[in-house]
Structures are given as C-alpha cells and as structure tokens.
C-alpha cells in the first residue's frame, strides 16, 4: 500500500500564506499525479488543485492565481503553497495520490487530512 505523510497545515491571517507538503511512501509501483482535495463544515470535498508526474497542472477557479502545486518527482513529494489566503480558504485539506498503469489499472491513495484555517 501507500501511506501519505502531510504537513505545513495551521492559523493564519487573512492574506498570509502557508506551504502543505505531502510526501509518499510504501510500494509505488508508477505515480501518475498528485493533489490536493479540501472540504469545509457542511460542504462536499472540492478538487484544490492536481499536478501529473509531467508537470502539468489544474486549478480550482476560485484559487488560480494564489495557489501554485509542484511535484518533486524524486521525493515523491507534492507541495501546495498558499499565497493571498482568504477565510473561505478554511477546510481540511486532504493529500491524494494517484497510481498505476494502464494494463492494470489505476488506484488512489488519501491522506488524512491537515487543517488549514484563515482568519479574517
């Protein structure tokens, strides 16, 4: 299995910012992408933003421009850094990490989640 250790969570100011980490670890056969997910009190989890092992990259709308994700290919480590936060940024913030090959199919791995909370 694969395990997903996250970090860089906590309280900040309205406009502060903040850098998650996630990194992977266990049996990684071939990582296709990494992201990140967040979900606030009573709503549904929403994609924050996914990265492919290529570089390639997308965005929730109401983040692009503050946010930026990398993938450090080596480490097997995704960051999410966090620039202009807002309080509508407030949720816990879940790591995912995508596996597999065509042949065998694709798999996906959650971590537990990391809170991030913005104060106005």
């Known amino acids: 299995q694969v395990q997903l250790m996250e970090s860089g969570g906590g309280l900040v100011q309205a406009g502060g910012s903040l850098r998650l980490s996630c990194a992977a670890s266990?049996?990684?056969?071939?990582?296709?992408?990494m992201g990140w997910y967040r979900q606030a009190p009573g709503k549904q989890r929403e994609l924050v933003a996914t990265?492919?092992?290529?570089?390639?990259?997308n965005y929730q709308d109401s983040v692009k421009g503050r946010f930026t994700i990398s993938i450090d290919n080596s480490k097997n480590t995704v960051y999410l850094q966090m620039n202009s936060l807002k309080p509508e940024d407030t949720a816990r913030y879940y790591c995912?990490?995508?596996?597999?090959?065509?042949?065998?199919?694709?798999?996906?791995?959650w971590g537990q989640g990391i809170q991030v909370t913005v104060s106005s």
């Open positions: 995912n990490c995508n596996v597999g090959v065509r042949a065998l199919g694709f798999d996906d791995y």
């Open positions: 266990g049996r990684i056969f071939s990582l296709n992408a």
């Open positions: 990265i492919t092992r290529g570089g390639r990259t």
